[in-house]
């Protein structure tokens, strides 16, 4: 055993060294790649507004540091491509006098920029092929690259290589919708509609942040309604969404035959039916947020708890707005028994308890809202101080209103109920 110890000695500490060594290289650069992004928090990457040169050394200076000492980590080599493409598109938004100059040429700055940045995401995927962002990066650099119309590295199998990336992009992340939207908006561009509808079907499956790019996309390239309705898939959700576009911009009666044909499918899924329900608020048409509402609870299995309660929030709005002030309170309550944490049902409560009389539960919700929301904004918050005030003046408690109005003024001083209210107590009863 003693004869052992040395020939354990000699070959453990080479090994620890090396491992101590590995693991400083490994903080360094994940030092460097936090100093990068701090940079990138101060100086956001921008086309239209691009960082001052020394930062933009800086930012550079960092990645090849942090991809020099943990050269597999495909991280630094994918922000360099990143920064290399943010910083062509400022180029060409910016061109300089020789570049624009007629009979110039393409500007060799621009492509040195792209393929450093190809260069730089090729490293990324061969380091870890199975990212859908790399792809569509290169894709893009690929496409911008084709457009300088230089030799280099792009060649006859460049529009080929484009939409492999695209396609294995896609294949990486089928349900991301924030991925699909771009690589849809990608295929508009190269022309090929098909592949662009199944991407936006996809990024539509988030219709509350991307109905509206899709569709503004979509809007720049078509010629009339019917060639937006072409582009589209068959599903329910995507008619409501278009219908809500459309009717935004003025298009109601080409809306209301989305409308129809999506509250025609059934079952009709949740979203679906609150872009129904919501349509029903806009015209006025009560009966229809109900039929929605008895619709979407017959198949409530399906809901979670929280889908639920929205609905009864948005009947018990109806009831208000009819002036079915009890039925109304009825809904609000049920809601709140299905999910207490939504609290603007307890403001909407608050609300139906004042035409009802019924002003100390009025005010206890109003109080509950302030007390438990803590991201009201000021504004929000002020409004909420006048309807507690508003309930005092009804119930003759009027130094209690004023200081709610006084209060509500402090936190938003353009609230003019606040601020007239405030004025004529404090002359009437001060």
């Not at 650099?141 to 294995?168: C, I, R, W, Y």
């Not at 806009?282 to 409530?300: D, F, K, M, W, Y």
């Amino acid at each position: 055993m003693p004869r052992e110890r040395p020939f354990l000695l000699a070959v453990g500490i080479p090994g620890l060294l090396l491992f101590g060594v590995l693991v400083t290289l490994q903080w360094r650069s994940a030092l460097a790649l936090s100093e990068f992004r701090v940079l990138q928090t101060d100086y956001p990457p921008d086309s239209q507004h691009p960082s001052p040169a020394a930062v933009l050394g800086r930012k550079m200076t960092r990645l090849a540091e942090a991809a020099r000492l943990a050269p597999t980590d495909p991280e630094p080599a994918y922000q360099l491509a990143l920064l290399n493409l943010v910083r062509a598109e400022a180029t060409s938004l910016s061109p300089t006098d020789s570049s624009a100059h007629l009979g110039s040429g393409p500007d060799r700055g621009l492509k040195v920029m792209l393929t450093a940045g190809l260069r730089a995401i090729r490293q990324a995927i061969l380091r870890n092929p199975g990212v859908a962002e790399y792809h569509l990066t290169a894709a893009l650099l690929l496409q911008n690259l084709s457009g300088t119309d230089l030799e280099g590295p792009t060649g006859t199998g460049s529009e080929k290589a484009v939409m492999a990336h695209l396609g294995t992009s896609g294949v990486l992340d089928p349900y991301k919708p924030s991925l699909h939207f771009r690589l849809g908006s990608f295929q508009v561009a190269l022309g090929d509609r098909e592949a662009a509808k199944r991407d936006f079907a996809v990024a539509l499956m988030d219709g509350y942040h991307f109905a509206r790019p899709v569709f503004d996309v979509l809007w720049s390239s078509v010629e009339d309604v019917e060639e937006l309705r072409r582009f589209l898939n068959g599903e329910p959700l995507t008619h409501a969404l278009l219908a809500d576009f459309l009717w935004t911009h003025g298009y109601q009666s080409e809306a209301e035959k989305e409308y129809h044909l999506a509250e025609s499918r059934h079952p009709i899924e949740c979203r679906t039916g609150e872009l129904l329900i919501q349509q029903g608020f806009r015209t006025g048409n009560l009966p229809r947020v109900q039929e929605t509402i008895a619709t979407l609870e017959r198949h409530r299995d399906d809901l979670t708890p929280y889908q639920l309660a929205r609905l009864r929030y948005f009947g018990g709005q109806a009831f208000f707005l009819e002036k079915r002030y009890e039925e109304a309170v009825a809904a609000l309550e049920k809601a709140l028994e299905i999910d207490p944490h939504v609290y603007y049902v307890h403001e909407a409560l608050g609300d139906a308890f004042v035409q009802v009389g019924d002003y100390d539960r009025a005010i206890s919700r109003y109080r509950l809202v302030l007390d438990k929301t803590r991201n009201l904004t000021p504004k929000q918050a002020a409004a909420l101080h006048v309807k507690v005030a508003k309930v005092h003046e009804k119930r003759q408690q009027f130094v209690q209103a004023l200081e709610q109005y006084f209060i509500a003024v402090r936190l938003d001083p353009a609230n003019e109920v606040a601020q007239r209210r405030a004025d004529e107590l404090s002359r009437e009863h001060l």
